[in-house]
C-alpha cells in the first residue's frame, strides 16, 4: 500500500470516528433535552438557595429563557459523553502504540476522564456555595440581587472547565515523568514554585475572592503530590542517565 493510500485510509478512519464521537453527544442531548429547564433549574440551585429572599434571577434577553437551557445541556451531553469520545480517540491512536505504551495510556483516559469529572463535582458541591454565598453576602446595602440566566451560565461553566482541566495534573505529571521530561527529584525541588504557581493560577482562573482562589489553587496542590507519587511509579531511573549521556 502506498504512502497516499495509506494517509487516505487513516483520514477515512479519523472522520468516521469524528462521526461516532458526534452522533454520541447528539444521542445525548436527545435524552437530555426535555429536562433543559430541569437541568438549568439544577446547575441555578447553589445561587438560588443563598439569594436574599424577594431576589430571583432575570433573562435580560428576550431568547434566554429559551437558549439558556438548552446551551447548558449542549455542554453536559458533550460532558457526559466524554468516555465515548475518549474512546474513539484511543482506537484511532491505539495500533500505532507500542503494548507498553497502550498498557499506560488505557488508564490515563479513564483516570482522566474520572478526574474531569471530579473536578466538575468539586465545583459544584463545595464551591459554588460557598462562592456564592460570599458574593451574595457582600453586596452594597439597596442594591437588589438579579443575576442574568446567561451571565451565570456562562459563569458556571467557566468554573466548570477550569476545575475540570486543573484536576489533570496527577496525569500531565505521570506523563511527563514517563516520557522523561522531568523527574520526580526535579519536580520536588520547584515544590515551591509550584505552590506560587497554583495561587496564581486559581486568581487567574477563578472570581476575584479569595475563597474560591483557595479552593481551587489546594486542591491543585495536593494533586500536584498525588501526581508526584504516581509519577514515581512510572519514571525509570535509566531515563536520566541516557539524557546525561545524550550530546
Known sequence: ??????LFSHLV?????????????????????????DL??????????VMPTGAQMIATDVASPFFAPFKLTMVLSFFIAIPVVLYQAWGFIAPGLYRNEKRLIAPLLVCSTLLFY???????????????????????????ISTDI?????FVLKLFFAFGMSFQIPVAIILMCWTGMTTPAALRQKRPYVIVGVFIVGM????PDIISQTLLAVPMWLLFEVGLLAGSLYYRPDQETEHQDSP
Open 204 to 207: 487567574l482562573l477563578t472570581p
Open 1 to 6: 500500500m502506498s504512502d497516499s493510500q495509506t
Open 118 to 144: 471530579g473536578g466538575i463535582a468539586f465545583a459544584y458541591y463545595v464551591v459554588f456555595p460557598l462562592a456564592f454565598a460570599f458574593f451574595t453576602s457582600v453586596a452594597p446595602e439597596g442594591v437588589t
Open 40 to 49: 438549568y433549574h439544577l446547575l441555578a440551585t447553589p445561587l438560588l438557595k
Open 13 to 37: 478512519e479519523l472522520r468516521g470516528r469524528l462521526l461516532k464521537a458526534l452522533l454520541a453527544v447528539l444521542l445525548v442531548f436527545i435524552c437530555l433535552a426535555y429536562f433543559a429547564q
Open 150 to 154: 446567561n451571565s451565570y451560565l456562562d
